[in-house]
Structure formats: structure tokens, C-alpha cells
Nanobody, 124 residues
Framework: QVQLVESGGGLVQAGGSLRLSCAASGSIFSINAMGWYRQAPGKQRELVATITSGGRANYADTAKGRFTISRDNAKNTVYLRVNSLLPEDTAVYYC??????????????????WGQGTQVTVSS
């Protein structure tokens, strides 16, 4: 009932910037926390940043300073702005959302959903 679709990834030169977007759709009543995670080749998925429905952001230590998370509640969309990209930022970036949605039987349910991921490659 809920889908998350990321966009904005691609090939970027070191020192450049990009903005990732993740839009949630479906039978959504409300979205609580939203976040971005990343998984580099051969590594585990790691937290980048999260943001509450009220706009309070939390960053992993490795993301402080160059990453900015934001959201548009009216569009059910979360963004991740990354500046001064480094080759070690190369990863698949995933968004996550904690959603209150209407199930097929009309009952409100909660669930944690993931997008399919968007590849970010930073060339040196």
C-alpha cells in the first residue's frame, strides 16, 4: 500500500554536490520519521540522517557538516543534500519512512518502508 521512490543519484565529481529525493505514495495517513541510509560496496547499510515529522534532524557523525536532510510533509517527500562529495560517499542511498497507512480492510496500520535505492558514484 505504500511505495517509496528515490531519485537524484548519478555520477558526480569529487567536490561536487547533489540532492536526493524520496517520494512516498499510497494510502498514507501520516508519516513519522523519514531517513536516509547508504550501503557502500562490501559494507553494511549505515545510517546517514533522519528527520521527524516536526523537522528535527539527526545525523550520523560521518554525515555532520556536509549532509542536510529536509522534508516536505505536504508532498510526503524527504530530501538529502550532499556538498563537497568525496569518493568514499560512493554508495547506494536508500530512504526509509515510518508510515501510518490505511490497509485494504480500512484499518490503520503502521509500517517501515524502504525505497529501491539510488546509486551515487563520486569520481576522484
Amino acid at each position: 500500500q505504500v511505495q517509496l521512490v528515490e531519485s537524484g543519484g548519478g555520477l558526480v565529481q569529487a567536490g561536487g554536490s547533489l540532492r536526493l529525493s524520496c517520494a512516498a505514495s499510497g494510502s498514507i495517513f501520516s508519516i513519522n520519521a523519514m531517513g536516509w541510509y547508504r550501503q557502500a560496496p562490501g559494507k553494511q547499510r549505515e545510517l546517514v540522517a533522519t528527520i521527524t515529522s516536526g523537522g528535527r534532524a539527526n545525523y550520523a557523525d560521518t554525515a555532520k557538516g556536509r549532509f542536510t536532510i529536509s522534508r516536505d510533509n505536504a508532498k510526503n517527500t524527504v530530501y538529502l543534500r550532499v556538498n563537497s562529495l568525496l569518493p568514499e560517499d560512493t554508495a547506494v542511498y536508500y530512504c526509509n519512512a515510518d508510515v501510518l497507512y490505511y490497509s485494504n480492510d480500512g484499518v490503520g496500520r503502521t509500517g517501515s518502508y524502504w525505497g529501491q535505492g539510488t546509486q551515487v558514484t563520486v569520481s576522484s
